[in-house]
């Protein structure tokens, strides 16, 4: 995926991206589409189907830092009151999400407690039509076998329609048909043109590892999609290439300095490159994009006083239903397959509050396995019981050729893996974040006990409710007790607003006071999407790309 050499100030294009998640991605491809010549730079490694690690050296090793010769997948971030959780990698986020594409709520493009939305759902749907078709979107085929016999699905339904909760199945950005055929798991991928890793994909084999990276090629990932039609169109793809640094250049456009890393070569420096552009659109996330502006402010003396501001989770919150009375057996199935919706009162419609969607979730079948040997002590005394059982006959020299009773009392009834149901809660919660530098990096001022603990405190008793009606227990995540969250759907930093005094860039992603320099990613939102905002970053986007390739006058 990496050219042979990297040379230097030769290298110039047309537009250059930085990052391949959502909003990377959709830029390249649009931009290279329209004919322009575009090198997409992306820290991490391509994840060809099968690539994705299992075993547990493999995980260890999927993490990304550089400085320790890592160069993994999954990044974790950690600050005084939030967790963040983001992806390094082709097709950046796309690799480990979940895959659920909801648009944003149409009255949640709001104008209240400092969060204005310059562009309303009027303004996107064309992008979301065209993002959902390039994405190709299905929703779970719950009317079908096996389909149909998802516990964990049935069970958050049954559970959340007796609340008279509003229970829906969103639609995924994964394959479980061919088109115009029945869902059957496991049948190769009918593709219009080869994928970029030209390797064969299955329809979804429903073993719950999407969290993971799908190693059947299931999940309609960015680098399905996006990036091999912008692959396709000529954009050059740069994978291992980290950018360090960006100015402007004489005579207009910006030098990108980056950094290529060679995993395998450890304790050796990244070669150093630079290249130029006319446009360099910034989608390294919510983090990076912020960070890379933040580091790089004093090459950019203009840029808008909102950097760093508006920073948010999207109101995650993740909690778990224990001990459910009927088995959920939450490995089987895509990670989320289902979701509730609760109105805000943005809705106009008698609704109180902000807010927030919930959608039932899984993990890997391995996970339940760790689940069942962490249940500490009671693990333990099966084994012992069962164990002395057999001892015992031993002693008293009985015959016990068959052991195979015992032997299965050593899994007890294994209620904690088979009746557990975690809980993604997310929605609008206030984005009142501040992203600064700390000795040079990344720190984040955020507080779930600030402006969003009515929000997270009704988040969390629907939650309880929905724990109780399926007879479990519920129970927080850890974190929640040393005052945190973790979030998988961090936004703000770089928000858009109607002027510089608001935001960092405007309705177009064009940052204030400098032609030629974009953002497009989850940084530019200025408050939360409320659901899973991978669509929404991606609509944008493909709206800003049109700006891109109509010329639209900086402002
Ligand atoms: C476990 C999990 C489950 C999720 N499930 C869902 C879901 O179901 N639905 C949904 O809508 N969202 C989901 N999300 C969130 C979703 O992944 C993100 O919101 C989305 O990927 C953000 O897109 P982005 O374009 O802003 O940035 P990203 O997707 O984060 O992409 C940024 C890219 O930039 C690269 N990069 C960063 N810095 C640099 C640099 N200096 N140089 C070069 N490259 C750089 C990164 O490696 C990365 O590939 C989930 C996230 C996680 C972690
Ligand atoms: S459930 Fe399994 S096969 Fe289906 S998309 Fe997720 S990881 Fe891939």
Redesign the pocket.
């Known amino acids: 995926m990496r050219p042979a050499s990297h040379n230097g100030a030769q290298d110039h294009f047309e537009a250059v991206i930085v990052g391949s998640g959502f909003g990377g991605s959709v830029t390249a491809y649009r931009l290279a589409e329209a004919g322009k010549r575009v090198c997409l730079l992306e820290r991490g490694k391509p994840y060809p189907p099968g690539s994705f690690p299992r075993s547990p050296l493999g995980f260890s090793q999927n993490f990304w830092d550089p400085s320790r010769g890592l160069y993994g997948m999954f990044n974790v971030w950690n600050f005084s009151g939030i967790d963040a959780l983001i992806s390094s990698g082709l097709g950046g986020g796309s690799l480990i999400y979940a895959?659920v594409m909801i648009r944003k709520d149409e009255h949640w493009f709001v104008h209240d407690g400092g969060e204005n939305w310059p562009i309303s759902r009027a303004d996107l749907d064309p992008h979301y039509d065209r993002c959902e078709s390039m994405l190709g979107v299905q929703k779970y085929p719950l009317d079908d076998e096996p389909y149909a016999s998802t516990r964990k699905t049935l069970a958050f339904r049954d559970a959340a329609q007796r609340l008279g909760y509003d229970w829906f199945l969103p639609d995924l950005a994964?394959t479980f048909a061919n088109e115009g055929e029945a869902p059957v798991p496991g049948e190769p991928i009918r593709e219009e043109h080869p994928n970029l890793h030209g390797r064969t994909r299955y329809t979804?084999?429903?073993?719950?590892?999407?969290d993971v990276g799908?190693?059947?090629g299931?999940?309609n990932s960015l680098d399905y999609n996006y990036l091999s039609a912008a692959k396709r169109h000529g954009a050059e793809l740069r994978t291992c290439c980290e950018v360090k640094a960006f100015r402007p250049r004489d005579g207009g456009g910006f030098e990108v300095d980056y950094v290529v890393h060679e995993p395998g070569s450890e304790g050796s420096e990244p070669a150093p490159a630079t290249i130029t552009t006319d446009t360099l659109v910034l989608s390294a996330g919510t983090l990076g994009s912020t960070f890379l502006l933040l580091s790089n402010r004093d090459a950019f003396p203009s840029l808008s006083p909102a950097l760093g501001t508006r920073f948010c989770g999207n109101g995650d919150l993740l909690t778990f239903a224990l001990r459910c009375r009927e088995e959920i057996n939450s490995d089987f199935?895509?990670?989320i397959t289902s979701a509730i919706r609760m109105g805000d009162a943005a809705d106009a419609d008698g609704s109180t509050g902000r807010g927030f969607y919930i959608e039932d979730a899984g993990y890997p079948s391995f996970l339940s396995w760790m689940l069942q040997a962490a249940d500490e002590p009671r693990a333990l005394w099966l084994w012992r019981k069962a164990a002395l059982r057999i001892l015992v006959k031993w002693i008293q020299r009985k015959p016990q050729p068959d052991v195979s009773g015992a032997v299965s009392s050593f899994f007890g009834d294994a209620a904690l893996s088979a009746g557990l149901l975690p809980l993604l809660g997310m929605g609008r919660d206030v984005p009142e974040g501040r992203m600064h530098l700390h000795d040079g990096l990344l720190d984040v001022d955020w507080s779930k006990d600030g402006a969003s603990k009515p929000y997270f405190e009704k988040l969390r008793d629907t939650m309880h409710a929905l724990a109780d009606e399926l007879g479990g227990h519920f129970q927080d995540n850890p974190l929640w007790w040393l005052s945190k969250v973790i979030t998988v759907h961090a936004l703000g930093g770089c928000p858009m607003g109607r002027d510089p005094s608001e935001g960092v860039v405007d309705n177009w992603g064009r940052v204030f006071g400098v032609p030629g320099l974009y953002v497009a990613d989850g940084s530019v939102m200025p408050g939360p999407v409320g659901p899973n905002p991978s669509l929404t970053i991606a609509a944008l986007a493909d709206r800003f790309a049109d700006g891109i390739i109509e010329g639209r006058p900086q402002p």
């Open positions: 895959n994964v979804c084999r429903l073993v719950g590892e999407c799908c190693n059947y299931s999940k199935g895509p990670v």
